[in-house]
Antibody, heavy 123, light 110 residues
Framework: EVQLLESGGDLVKPGGSLRLSCAAS????????LSWVRQAPGKGLEWVSA????????YYADSVKGRFTISRDNSGNTLHLQMNSLKDKDTAVYYC????????????????WGQGTLVTVSS | SSELTQDPDVSVALGQTVRITCQGD??????ANWYQQRPGQAPVLVIY???NRPSGIPDRFSGSSSGSTASLTITGAQAEDEADYYC?????????????FGTGTRVTVL
């Protein structure tokens, strides 16, 4: 059974930094692309970032590009999201998501979701 | 970037059929996926690749697509189907691992 457990969410002031982690189990970690998706309070889902299985390539939404960095530790089965220069609008629950490969599309689709960790950016 | 637009709210009588639609240019090029999110819970995949159900998802959930519109149909809605539903596809920019989510539809079962 795929399990994704996020941690690291906290209250932080605007301009501050935070590092989220996601501990994964139940699948071959190094073979799976992974993603972060966030959801602001009472709002919809927003794709934030993704990384390939090897960690060689990473991708970002325009809203976080240059401020957030996604990384992974394949020896420890852990995904990270380093968030710098945080803004009020970054307040959200951040979900760790496993991407399932698909024969019809190299990008596959988001399949399994963690329970999320809450990041609150406020002075 | 891409946008996927959904009706904000729909309601359905218990046991009846409801269709949720999702419109966006990316759907002309990429398959839609659908997620169910109950209050206070993480999203759960209910349809992938336009019309495929993951194991454990009831067969009352089905997906279809035409042009720039994808649809999720619940045939014989149950009380437990009351939730928010989000469509998703690959971003139309064509960039690898870039995704876009729909605006979401709240389904109320009467």
């Amino acid at each position: 059974e795929v399990q994704l457990l996020e941690s690291g969410g906290d209250l932080v002031k605007p301009g501050g930094s935070l590092r989220l982690s996601c501990a994964a189990s139940g699948f071959t970690f190094s073979s799976a692309s992974l993603s972060w998706v966030r959801q602001a309070p009472g709002k919809g889902l927003e794709w934030v970032s993704a990384i390939t299985g090897s960690g060689a390539s990473s991708y970002y939404a325009d809203s976080v590009k240059g401020r957030f960095t996604i990384s992974r530790d394949n020896s420890g089965n852990t995904l990270h999201l380093q968030m710098n220069s945080l803004k009020d609008k970054d307040t959200a629950v951040y979900y760790c998501v496993k991407v399932r490969a698909a024969s019809y599309d190299s990008s596959g689709y988001p399949e399994n979701w963690g329970q999320g960790t809450l990041v609150t950016v406020s002075s | 970037s891409s946008e996927l637009t959904q009706d904000p709210d729909v309601s359905v009588a218990l046991g009846q059929t409801v269709r949720i639609t999702c419109q966006g240019d990316s759907l002309r090029n990429y398959y839609a996926n659908w997620y169910q999110q109950r209050p206070g819970q993480a999203p759960v995949l209910v349809i992938y690749g336009e019309k495929n159900r993951p194991s454990g998802i009831p067969d009352r959930f089905s997906g279809s697509s035409s042009g720039s519109t994808a649809s999720l149909t619940i045939t014989g809605a149950q009380a437990e189907d009351e939730a928010d539903y989000y469509c998703n596809s690959r971003d139309n920019s064509g960039n690898h691992l870039h995704y876009v989510f729909g605006t979401g539809t709240r389904v109320t079962v009467l």
